[in-house]
């Protein structure tokens, strides 16, 4: 076997346990400008991920080539990073879970649809924007993506899992003018079965997106009830619950330091994280290779549990809950595979209506720089609408959404029907908070 | 390693149905990094990337592939996978590739794969003893990191040149979280260039850039939420340069403006800012953080000045968008590594020197804000509506700083914003960032001396400023 010697190496030199992360991915992608394919990629690549304990501490090396050489160039970085490593954390190369759910997320009909008929769907994309309002005056991006990866871990102890993906997406921007005012909007579409993609809806929600924005002004600057859209709850959500990561509650930095069983949030939110849910974002084992299971994080505003890999786990005496991650270094990460906020019975319309008085926000913008996951302080760029009377009247011309993450998900009042789908493994809807600070005039 | 013989094979099948150009982009690179936690070493990497990007234009279209199989088999099934996109008579042959040497305007006197792992552990552990030394029990965690990466860059195209370009740069980066009874903030500090250790030595000491990340950390622990609404602003100088790089770099790549997708399409030679600003972005700068000698389709670093006294003069611009231009690339095409296709971007952008002090700015202030620390923004370049995080502030009161406040983001439109630059000192330098967009995530400096923004739009919770 290609990989035999990189174990039988690794033995030799005193690695107790190793295991080879590889993933292999090809994609697609293409996009137009005015009516002529602008941008075509086709590309492969490997990543190669070795990991191994040398004397109880962990090393690790990444590549994108595995030549003949590797073998012992891996080995003498695993013995070199793991030498060098002091903290006391425990360190693991898992052995394998007794059990795991079969996962199917690889969808082998995308392949076999010609590039063709992907690209004449993104020619009808792109006119049926351009043709959508006569205030679109261009198309800012669209495109076509599709990507196919198959990840394969094997361990020195002889274990071998796997888990095949694909998907593909549609995407398209849109520029709008009226007057001096200039509006951008955005939209996509992602799945791995390509009989569900919908032109004509991707289209006319591109084209709503954009030209809903036009003819805004800014509000006064004040505290306002508001709706937010799901949009901006998946931003919100996955801020806090990256509270719930063990390795910083036990190191004391976290948002949720203390706060198992309890009031996180009102009792209207319940969030899980469900890796065997029915999606192309569905694992069947985390980076470590535990054997992954659905899980309630908050539960009627209740914090049910935190996210653990094997580390974090055996710091407390417990099994890992599969949220690991691993990447180069000897740190072992956590993650989320597939956020679901439960949703309510409302309609937009009616949470609008309850609303009577405030604003409706649609989307937040520069996250990396105005929001502080460990402070929960947040203060960002927001797009949205003025409602009045309980209806949606115009557009605010750039604006700000101040607030705290803690008071925020303590003043949710109403939870919509309206769950959609994000490309990061998340899926939620809009709902109402009682107060946003909003910064404008 | 892709030999000429190799290349000019690979290139002709590429262009063989009749692409106008065709390039290989080959890099070989690694980087180390090793990171300390609350004074212990928690980590330590090393990361290889290898492959080689393939491009070809016709026109105004563009035809990328990369592949990390770089076996004469991988490189051709790519290349013939590309060139199905083009169905016309081969324009080009390619018989030979010569040469082109640049200058190295970046030298490292001692390359970081020979300086032993022991010592840029205990670099770090300067700055992370010092916050141990400070022993305040409101810090709870510190994290110090050093990366190194030395960057192997090889460019043959169907211009019959052939380009090489090695490349190291490091970086030092403290984060610091604090908390007390009212809560938990955060520090941040991370300096970094295109120099050897001697950097970390005289420019960024370990102890300075560490003590900065906590006690910027502490401040904030004690400061009140930051008012809301429009307010006059000066930006402290550095890293404040990312006001400019968002509301005016990105409007200002030829990526944008080629397509008419930015608010400064048309307007070169037009008055977009105030005639108080002069923005530059120079690649050219010895050692910067920002500085190419070439750029990623082999055209050499450039000074590029994009506005002069408030009138638009040029834009970032690489060979492919530059097409729709009318223009040729002025050493602006980068990508963050082979499996990216290159575009026009940034390098050291900032703007100049102005005539005031910033002591004058400071005191011709009745009422606003002073932001001094960055946390970074983002931009759309079509509505030119930007926006960015301040982690540092204070507020201004009858010319004088006083006290300070967290949680400040800064909004506006790009050109309303230039021209609301009413005074800019004397006082520029430059802060590293990592700039992220179409073409990936690379190096940028931002850079500004002191200024100040007559009115912008301030978010925060705190209500109106009094």
Redesign the interface.
């Known amino acids: 076997m290609k990989y035999d010697k990189f174990f039988e190496l690794a033995k030799k030199a005193g690695i107790e346990d190793c295991e080879l992360n590889i993933n292999q991915s090809t994609s697609l992608e293409f996009s137009l400008?005015h009516g002529?394919?602008?941008?075509?990629?086709?590309?492969?690549?490997?990543t190669y991920l070795a990991r191994g304990i040398y004397k109880g501490k962990l090393?690790?090396?990444?590549?994108?080539?595995f030549t003949k050489d590797s073998p012992e160039q891996f080995v003498n970085?695993i013995v070199?990073?793991?030498s060098?490593?002091?903290?006391d954390?425990p360190v693991f190369i898992f052995k394998g879970s007794e059990k795991y759910h079969k996962i199917n997320t690889f969808n082998r009909e995308l392949s076999k649809i010609p590039v063709e008929d992907k690209l004449n769907k993104l020619f009808e994309l792109e006119k049926k924007i351009k043709e959508g309002d006569p205030r679109i005056i261009?198309i800012?991006t669209v495109g076509y993506e599709e990507s196919s990866s198959t990840l394969t871990i094997l361990k020195s102890n002889g274990l071998k899992l796997t888990q095949k993906n694909n998907d593909f997406a549609y995407y398209g921007g849109a520029?709008a003018k009226e007057g001096e005012q200039?509006?951008?909007g955005f939209d996509f579409f992602f799945s791995n079965d390509f009989s569900k993609f919908d032109v004509d809806k991707l289209a006319k929600s591109i084209v709503k997106e954009t030209t809903s924005k036009l003819g805004g002004h800014?509000c006064e600057?004040a505290t306002y009830k508001a709706v937010l859209s799901q949009d901006v709850m998946r931003a919100f959500i996955l801020a806090y619950i990256g509270s719930a990561v063990a390795e910083d509650i036990q190191?004391?930095?976290s948002?949720f330091v203390d706060k198992l069983n309890q009031k996180v949030a009102s009792k209207k939110v319940t969030i899980s994280d469900n890796p065997l849910s029915k999606t192309i974002f569905a694992r069947g084992f985390d980076g470590e290779g535990v054997a992954t299971r659905n899980m309630v994080i908050i539960k009627n505003g209740i914090l049910q549990n935190y996210l653990y890999n094997l580390t974090t786990a055996a710091k407390e005496g417990i099994e890992s809950n599969g949220h690991g991650t691993v990447?180069?270094?000897?740190?072992v990460g956590t993650t989320t595979w597939y956020l679901e906020m439960k949703a309510g019975k409302k309609t937009l319309e009616q949470l609008c209506e309850e609303v009577g008085t405030g604003v409706y926000i649609t989307d937040v913008?520069?996250l990396?720089?105005?929001m502080?996951e460990?402070?929960?302080?947040?203060?960002?760029?927001s797009t949205g609408f003025m409602i009045e009377n309980g209806k949606i009247t115009h557009g605010l011309d750039?604006?700000?959404?101040?607030?705290?993450l803690v008071d925020l998900f303590n003043s949710i009042s109403e939870v919509g029907s309206d769950s959609k789908e994000f490309a990061n493994g998340i899926k939620c809807p809009s709902v109402i908070v009682k107060k946003i600070?909003v910064?404008?005039? | 390693m892709i030999s000429k013989k190799l290349a000019i094979e690979v290139l002709n099948e590429m262009l063989s149905t009749g692409a106008d150009f065709a390039e290989i982009f080959y890099e070989d690179s690694h980087a180390a990094?090793?990171?300390i936690?609350n004074g212990?070493?928690?980590?330590?990497?090393?990361?290889?990337?290898?492959?080689a990007g393939l491009r070809l234009l016709k026109e105004?279209?563009?035809?990328?592939?990369?592949?990390?199989?770089?076996t004469k088999k991988g490189l051709m099934n790519?290349a013939q996978?590309?060139n199905k996109?083009f169905s016309g008579e081969r324009l080009i042959t390619v018989t030979k590739l010569e040469m082109i040497r640049g200058k190295n305007r970046n030298p490292i006197i001692k390359s970081y794969d020979d300086i032993p792992?022991?010592d840029k552990?205990d670099l770090v552990k300067e700055g992370t003893n010092e916050i141990e030394s400070m022993n305040d029990p409101r810090i709870?965690?510190y994290i110090g990191n050093f990366l190194n990466n030395h960057r192997g860059v090889t460019i043959f195209n169907s211009k019959g040149k052939w380009f090489t370009r090695e490349t190291e740069f490091a970086r030092l980066a403290y984060s610091v979280?604090v908390?007390d009874e009212n809560?938990?903030?955060?520090g941040f500090e991370g300096p970094g260039c295109q120099m050897d250790m001697s950097f970390f030595k005289d420019k960024a000491q370990p102890r300075k850039v560490a003590r900065k990340a906590a006690e910027t950390a502490l401040l904030m622990l004690t400061a009140k939420e930051?008012p809301?609404?429009?307010m006059p602003v000066v930006i402290g100088n550095g890293w404040g340069g990312v006001l400019f790089h968002e509301a005016c770099g990105h409007p200002l790549e030829a990526s944008a403006v080629s397509?008419?997708?930015s608010?400064a399409t048309g307007k070169e030679g037009q008055m977009i800012a105030s005639p108080v600003v002069t923005a530059i972005d120079d690649s050219t700068i010895p050692n910067e953080w920002g500085s190419i000698d070439i750029d990623d389709e082999g055209n050499p670093g450039t000074k590029r000045v994009l506005i002069k006294d408030g009138i638009l003069k040029d834009f970032m611009i690489d060979d492919f968008n530059g097409r729709r231009m009318g223009r040729e690339g002025n050493g602006s095409c980068r990508r963050q590594n082979y499996?990216f296709?290159p575009t026009s971007r940034m390098s050291n952008t900032y703007i100049d020197n102005g005539k005031s002090t910033p002591e004058e700015i400071i005191a011709a202030t009745k009422l606003g804000l002073y932001a001094v620390g960055?946390?970074?923004?983002?931009v759309?370049p079509?509505?030119g509506?930007?926006?960015?995080?301040c982690s540092e502030a204070y507020i201004i009161r009858d010319g004088k700083v006083c006290e300070p406040v967290?949680?400040?983001?800064l909004?506006?439109?790009g050109e309303e914003i230039l021209k609301k630059i009413d005074m800019v000192a004397n006082d520029l330098a430059f802060g590293q960032g990592m700039c992220g967009a179409a073409s990936g995530s690379i190096r940028t400096n931002v850079g500004q001396p002191t200024l100040r923004i007559s009115e912008i739009?301030?978010?925060?919770?705190g209500g109106?400023l009094k």
Do not use: P, W
Request: proline share 0%.
């Open positions: 400008f002529e394919i602008d941008n075509y990629s086709s590309n492969s690549s490997s090393g690790a090396i990444t590549s994108d080539v970085a070199s990073n793991a060098v490593i002091e903290n954390d261009e800012e520029v200039v509006k951008t800014q600057s190191k004391k930095s948002l990447g180069g270094g000897s740190r913008q520069g990396h720089a105005g502080n460990r402070s929960g302080n947040f203060s960002l760029q750039i604006i700000t959404v101040s607030g705290n600070a910064s404008g005039k | 990094s090793v990171a936690e212990k070493v928690s980590s330590s990497s090393f990361d290889i990337t290898s492959g105004n279209r563009s035809v990328y592939g990369y592949t990390s199989d770089l790519l996978s590309l996109s792992l022991k552990i709870v965690r979280i908390a809560g938990m903030e955060t930051c809301s609404g429009k397509r008419g997708l608010y499996k296709c960055f946390a970074g923004g983002s759309d079509t509505t509506e930007f926006n960015f995080g967290k949680g400040a983001t909004i506006g439109k739009t301030v978010g925060g919770r109106e």
